[in-house]
């Protein structure tokens, strides 16, 4: 009789570890969100190089590449970064982002004419 009820007590006790350790992974999940004090773009620098990324996946390398450098403001917690007009390798306006200070969210995404 005991070695009948094993496979019972083997899928009882693997069924409570998994439930366990499906309630412990969400629970970990909510419990350990960071954001830093001054967000995840807390200087011109990090704006700077995560508007690249977006804007030469975007338009193309070469044509960020022509607009370099890349012109960083701050208003309140809103990065905004532009590409310069240069008469000689660049045609029409430049590339725009606007970048949430906090989560890093893309707000705004656009080419000025």
Known sequence: MQIRSFPLIFAACAMAFAVLTL??????????SYSPPDGVIANE???????MIYLSAVYGKAQIQSQLPLL??????????????????????VAEID???QDGRVLRLTHSM
């Not at 620098?45 to 508007?51: G, H, K, L, N, S």
């Not at 960083?72 to 306006?93: A, E, P, Q």
């Open 23 to 32: 309630q412990s992974a969400n629970a970990s999940t909510e419990a350990h």
């Open 72 to 93: 960083v403001s701050r208003k309140g917690d809103v990065w905004t970064i532009k590409g310069s007009f240069n008469r000689r390798r660049s045609v029409g306006g």
């Open 99 to 101: 970048l949430a200070q």
């Open 45 to 51: 620098v990090v704006a700077r190089e995560i508007a």
